[in-house]
């Protein structure tokens, strides 16, 4: 892990920029703070023994705030790499880190339920689709995944299967996969550069009989029967509807194209 000093003043990061790397403070103090328009809102400050920016390793979205010393300060720069290479080392010295993921991790259950109650207790506002033969052939509780593309049916194992498990995430293969700490999939998708599949990109999650689209914080966002979520949107959860639902990873134009059928 590598030691950097800043002066006061410096950015450590800046809105907008595409890093992986985690700081912890080793002395010093800095401010993180989000600009909207021309107004500079601060976000916290933070000192020695604190963590920030920690989930740029999970995911590869932009980086929503800025970081700036605001006296002299000296962090501990971690990549993805180094985290993973400690859980072998030492894992001792990740437990500040494991405990910021924590916290985050249990704001982001508490967001998710506040998100998802209203649409258990209410009918979700979603048309039925007209492929509901399709969704009769299934199992209670189950649902259809199918590669909508050929293009996306040339870079997955299993182009056509039937999903019984929830939580079920899709993200993007990559070669160290199985050794990623921060990599969480039940389906991989091979994606070349420039990517339209982040890591840890989408999830079906179900609440009681409805099913849900969740984007996991990926770069480009996730299209759900023509509705963005993710990417640059504030919305990060969309109702799938009775019978077949068209879900692409990426942009509009992505050739990362899903049937789902429930």
């Known amino acids: 892990m590598e030691l950097k000093k800043f002066k006061t003043g410096e950015f450590i990061i800046k809105q907008g920029d595409v890093r992986s790397d985690a700081y912890s403070i080793v002395k010093g103090c800095v401010q993180i703070f989000h600009v909207q328009g021309k107004e500079r809102i601060t976000l916290g400050m933070l000192g020695a023994g ?3 920016g920690e989930m740029g390793m999970i995911d590869d979205k932009p980086r929503s705030a800025s970081v ?3 006296e002299s300060t000296e962090v501990e720069v971690v ?3 180094d985290f993973n290479e400690t859980i072998l080392r030492n894992p001792d010295q990740l437990v500040p880190y494991l405990r910021s993921f924590f ?6 259950n508490e967001n998710f339920s506040a998100l998802v109650l209203p649409f258990a207790t209410e009918a979700p506002d979603v048309e039925e689709s007209a492929d509901i033969a399709v969704s009769k052939e299934l199992e209670p509780g189950a649902i259809r995944l199918v590669a909508g593309t050929e293009h996306l049916r040339q870079r997955v194992m299993k182009p056509d299967l039937t999903v019984r498990k929830f939580p079920f995430r899709i993200g993007r293969w990559s070669e160290n996969f199985q050794a990623d700490v921060f990599v969480s999939n039940d389906l991989l998708v091979r994606d070349e550069e420039p990517y339209q599949i982040s890591r840890n990109h989408c999830a079906i999650e179900r609440e009681g009989k409805q099913f849900y689209v969740l984007d996991r914080g990926s770069a480009f966002g996730t299209q759900v029967n ?3 979520i993710g ?6 959860i969309h109702p799938l509807r009775h019978g077949a639902n068209e879900v692409r990873l990426g942009g509009k134009e992505s050739p990362y194209q899903f049937q789902i059928v429930v």
């Open 79 to 81: 990549t993805p790499k």
């Open 68 to 70: 700036q010393a605001i």
């Open 50 to 52: 604190e963590i920030f």
């Open 231 to 236: 990417g640059v949107e504030n919305q990060m």
């Open 103 to 108: 916290e985050r991790l249990r704001r982001t």
């Open 226 to 228: 023509g509705k963005e």
